[in-house]
């Protein structure tokens, strides 16, 4: 089992950059994919972006690829999403997530995270 704690969300504007960070407890991180995903006010959530156990594969929505990128650091037990080149559209609450494959689909990640905000402004 893994308990995953988000920070770094908060108030930008279009064009900044944030960078978010999960702190994942458990001897058995490493093991995990981790992904991020995010909800806005009435709408589904959606993924973001995934990272293999050793980080040497990566995912994407296209919504992002370009301008977000997920890393892991697994003698840390931490997973980052770095934000650059923020849209309005990018506002909403963002959440780690732990799976023992990759997936894009969030039924199929077994641990989350309590979100943080994040809010782009124009």
């Known amino acids: 089992q893994v308990q995953l704690v988000e920070s770094g969300g908060g108030l930008v504007q279009a064009g900044g950059s944030l960078r978010l960070s999960c702190a994942a407890s458990g001897r058995t991180f490493s093991s995990y994919v981790m992904g991020w995903f995010r909800q806005a006010p009435g709408k589904e959530r959606e993924f973001v972006a995934a990272i293999g156990w050793s980080g040497g594969s990566t995912y994407y929505a296209n919504s992002v690829k370009g301008r977000f990128t997920i890393s892991r650091d697994n003698a840390k037990n931490m997973v980052y999403l770095q934000m650059n080149s923020l849209k309005p559209e990018d506002t909403a609450v963002y959440y780690c997530?732990?799976?023992?494959?990759?997936?894009?689909?969030?039924?199929?990640?077994?641990?989350w995270g309590q979100g943080t905000q994040v809010t782009v402004s124009s």
């Open positions: 997530a732990a799976t023992n494959e990759i997936a894009t689909k969030s039924i199929k990640y077994d641990y």
